[in-house]
């Protein structure tokens, strides 16, 4: 069973090599703007050696928080990268096999259809994000690396500035926490483009979209309610992980001008509140759901019989 | 002789259409049953029951398993090639071959590798760059790499040319069959297969017309090459089929001694094809 499936996710990463090749692209080209990004403010020699003066001058904890924004805005390109990917992943995991026809040949081989089902459900939600993860801390790395170069070509020391001020363990186990956490809370999304893939003869992007877009339109016009459109908010947005906080206010609140929240030492990992993620109707429920539309993915294969 | 497949009144209806109707038949261990009928007759959607695929009506024993419920444990005995089987397109042999090492209890990496090292197959190669015929000698190493009870190979030689057909029988029965194995086949091309078979089964209209054993046939059938006055002596005898052959009757019969037929014409045993016009067209006469 186990065995099974490390070879049934290491086949979905051979078939799907975006899995890994989109956050590598998206690797490099973060890493190539980070070199033109710092040979570009070179022309501002005085005003860029006044701030690395200034960072210097920093606190500890001012630093770390800088660098954490820094790490969190590398991050975020990955994330969103992330649910690109286990979209179109999911989008195609039962329908590519059907297109091409090599779906027999599949069925042919002793392995069920719940074990199959099963190991794309766990290549989008647990594979996509654990390969983002270590591709993030990758980047992170070769970014911090160059900025150290160039400082050290500034004749700044960038051993202080940057390394013993990176909060790498705090940043890194949350940025782990919040990959799977967005996974699992965006779960009945993935569950119902694994159906849709199971059953689609054709399109699959739009027949998934379609009732997204439509649900809470026809709500609205014939009920005057608005659950669905609700629902599918609060499940884009308000993910219960973070402690007072919403998403969008994270890092800054707003006001006149945007300002850091709390005291200085950003820790990442104080602003998650697992207790609360993990008690949430939200999350239960969406899980439920991601359940619910798996089976029917499982039902489906098992069932279809094409001739 | 134990029955590897065992079927009792089965039948499956897609809507209204009935595409196997009230069959019955055993298929004993070690035998090469050639499942012969034309274009809609049922046979796909029967080899579809046995393998599991589709669930049916009556009675179905496959290796005394329940196909359509034991799915599972029958697919890890039991080995198919389908023309509509197709292999992926994006992966490469050595992937290929690692999975199935990797999934398959009865599947043997050291002998596909050999089979494979007399091909021109590379393993680094990806199926989409591999010809059709190819693509189905892969498939055939990876399957006579299985030690399977039961192989179910329909229309496997379709769209190859005639030089792989004959390769690809002749290595089915080199490589693969062994006497204790099991192989259903169903093909358009019965001259081809003729020669492997030990028994036969023609279907039509989701019917069983004919289920005999190869070494029954000539007793059960005999074909007579007479003209003239022979001929309608001969028709007096009640052929199941008639034909004409330069201008000479060729006429079949089913139950009837060759000593009756001696002195009408040349008497021979007819040929599967042939055989199966007789018994399919005779049947819609």
């Given at each position: 069973?186990?065995n099974?499936?490390?070879?049934?996710?290491?086949?979905?990463?051979?078939?799907?090599?975006?899995?890994?090749?989109?956050?590598?692209?998206?690797?490099?080209?973060?890493s190539?703007?980070?070199?033109?990004?710092q040979?570009?403010?070179?022309?501002f020699?005085h005003?860029?050696?006044?701030?690395?003066?200034?960072?210097?001058?920093?606190?500890?904890?001012?630093?770390?928080?800088?660098?954490?924004?820094?790490m969190?805005?590398l991050?975020?390109?990955?994330v969103?990268?992330?649910?690109?990917?286990?979209?179109f992943?999911a989008?195609?995991?039962?329908y590519?096999?059907?297109?091409?026809?090599?779906?027999?040949?599949?069925?042919?081989?002793?392995?069920?259809?719940?074990?199959?089902?099963?190991?794309?459900?766990?290549t989008?939600?647990?594979?996509?994000?654990?390969?983002?993860?270590?591709?993030?801390?990758?980047?992170?790395?070769?970014?911090l690396?160059?900025?150290?170069?160039w400082?050290?070509?500034?004749?700044?020391?960038?051993?202080h500035?940057?390394?013993?001020?990176?909060?790498?363990?705090?940043?890194?186990t949350?940025?782990?926490?919040?990959?799977?956490?967005?996974?699992?809370?965006?779960s009945?999304?993935?569950?119902?483009?694994?159906?849709?893939?199971?059953?689609?003869?054709?399109?699959?992007?739009?027949?998934a979209?379609?009732?997204?877009?439509?649900?809470?339109?026809?709500?609205?016009?014939?009920?005057?309610?608005?659950v669905?459109?609700?629902?599918?908010?609060?499940?884009?947005?308000?993910?219960?992980?973070?402690?007072?906080?919403?998403?969008?206010?994270?890092?800054?609140q707003?006001?006149?001008?945007?300002?850091?929240?709390?005291?200085?030492?950003?820790?990442l990992m104080?602003?998650?509140?697992?207790?609360?993620?993990?008690?949430?109707?939200?999350?239960?429920?969406?899980?439920?759901?991601?359940?619910?539309?798996?089976?029917?993915a499982?039902?489906?294969?098992?069932?279809?019989?094409?001739? | 002789?134990?029955?590897?497949?065992?079927?009792?009144?089965?039948s499956?209806?897609?809507?209204?259409?009935?595409?196997?109707d009230d069959?019955?038949?055993?298929?004993?261990k070690?035998?090469?049953?050639?499942?012969?009928?034309?274009?809609g007759?049922?046979?796909?959607?029967?080899?579809?029951?046995?393998l599991?695929?589709?669930?049916?009506?009556?009675?179905?024993?496959?290796?005394?398993?329940?196909?359509?419920r034991?799915?599972?444990?029958?697919?890890?005995?039991?080995?198919?090639?389908?023309?509509?089987?197709?292999?992926p397109?994006?992966?490469?042999?050595?992937?290929?071959?690692?999975?199935i090492?990797?999934v398959?209890?009865?599947?043997?990496?050291?002998?596909?590798?050999?089979?494979l090292?007399?091909?021109?197959?590379?393993?680094?190669s990806?199926?989409?760059?591999?010809?059709?015929?190819?693509?189905?000698?892969?498939?055939?190493s990876?399957?006579?790499?299985?030690d399977?009870?039961?192989l179910?190979?329909?229309?496997?030689t379709?769209?190859?040319?005639?030089?792989?057909?004959?390769?690809?029988?002749?290595?089915?029965?080199?490589?693969?069959?062994?006497?204790?194995?099991?192989?259903?086949?169903?093909?358009h091309?019965?001259?081809e297969?003729?020669?492997?078979?030990?028994?036969?089964?023609?279907?039509?209209?989701?019917?069983i017309?004919?289920?005999?054993?190869?070494?029954?046939?000539?007793e059960r059938?005999?074909e007579?090459?007479?003209?003239?006055?022979?001929?309608e002596?001969a028709r007096?005898?009640?052929?199941?089929?008639?034909?004409?052959?330069?201008?000479?009757?060729?006429?079949?019969?089913?139950?009837?001694?060759?000593?009756r037929?001696?002195?009408?014409?040349?008497?021979?045993t007819?040929?599967?094809?042939?055989?199966?016009?007789?018994?399919?067209?005779?049947?819609?006469?």
């Amino acid at each position: 069973m186990i065995n099974n499936q490390f070879a049934l996710i290491k086949r979905e990463l051979w078939e799907h090599r975006a899995i890994y090749v989109m956050p590598l692209v998206i690797a490099v080209l973060v890493s190539l703007m980070s070199i033109t990004g710092q040979v570009a403010v070179s022309g501002f020699d005085h005003a860029v050696d006044i701030g690395i003066l200034g960072a210097t001058n920093l606190g500890e904890n001012e630093r770390s928080a800088a660098i954490t924004v820094l790490m969190i805005s590398l991050s975020s390109t990955f994330v969103f990268a992330m649910w690109i990917l286990i979209t179109f992943y999911a989008l195609d995991a039962l329908y590519a096999e059907r297109k091409d026809r090599s779906i027999l040949f599949w069925r042919s081989i002793p392995v069920t259809d719940f074990d199959t089902v099963m190991s794309k459900l766990l290549t989008a939600l647990v594979v996509i994000p654990l390969v983002t993860f270590v591709v993030i801390v990758v980047t992170h790395l070769i970014v911090l690396l160059i900025t150290s170069m160039w400082l050290g070509a500034r004749g700044a020391n960038a051993w202080h500035l940057i390394w013993t001020a990176a909060p790498f363990f705090d940043n890194w186990t949350a940025t782990l926490i919040f990959v799977l956490a967005l996974s699992l809370w965006l779960s009945p999304f993935a569950g119902w483009f694994l159906f849709v893939s199971a059953f689609t003869k054709r399109s699959p992007l739009l027949i998934a979209s379609l009732p997204i877009a439509i649900l809470p339109l026809l709500e609205r016009i014939v009920f005057k309610t608005s659950v669905f459109a609700e629902a599918f908010f609060v499940r884009s947005v308000k993910m219960p992980l973070f402690a007072g906080l919403d998403n969008l206010e994270l890092l800054f609140q707003e006001g006149k001008d945007l300002k850091m929240v709390g005291d200085a030492s950003l820790s990442l990992m104080s602003l998650l509140d697992l207790g609360q993620f993990f008690g949430s109707v939200g999350l239960w429920s969406g899980l439920v759901v991601c359940g619910l539309f798996t089976t029917a993915a499982i039902y489906v294969r098992r069932y279809r019989d094409d001739s | 002789m134990t029955s590897l497949v065992s079927a009792h009144n089965v039948s499956k209806f897609y809507r209204d259409v009935r595409a196997v109707d009230d069959v019955s038949f055993e298929i004993e261990k070690g035998k090469i049953t050639g499942l012969i009928g034309p274009n809609g007759a049922g046979k796909t959607t029967l080899l579809k029951a046995v393998l599991g695929l589709t669930d049916c009506q009556g009675t179905l024993s496959v290796l005394g398993l329940d196909p359509f419920r034991q799915r599972k444990e029958l697919m890890q005995n039991i080995c198919f090639i389908a023309d509509v089987a197709v292999l992926p397109r994006w992966i490469r042999v050595h992937q290929l071959l690692d999975f199935i090492e990797s999934v398959h209890p009865h599947f043997s990496r050291s002998h596909a590798g050999e089979l494979l090292a007399k091909t021109k197959i590379k393993a680094n190669s990806k199926v989409r760059e591999l010809s059709k015929g190819m693509v189905t000698q892969l498939h055939l190493s990876i399957i006579t790499a299985v030690d399977a009870k039961l192989l179910v190979l329909d229309e496997p030689t379709l769209g190859l040319d005639i030089i792989f057909r004959k390769e690809f029988y002749g290595n089915l029965l080199n490589d693969y069959f062994d006497g204790e194995r099991t192989i259903i086949i169903t093909t358009h091309q019965v001259e081809e297969i003729e020669n492997l078979l030990t028994d036969v089964m023609f279907i039509n209209d989701g019917k069983i017309v004919l289920d005999a054993s190869m070494d029954d046939l000539p007793e059960r059938y005999v074909e007579l090459l007479a003209s003239g006055e022979d001929a309608e002596a001969a028709r007096r005898l009640n052929p199941i089929y008639e034909r004409d052959v330069f201008g000479k009757k060729v006429l079949m019969f089913e139950g009837v001694s060759r000593d009756r037929l001696q002195g009408m014409g040349e008497v021979r045993t007819p040929g599967v094809a042939d055989l199966f016009v007789a018994k399919v067209k005779g049947a819609a006469a």
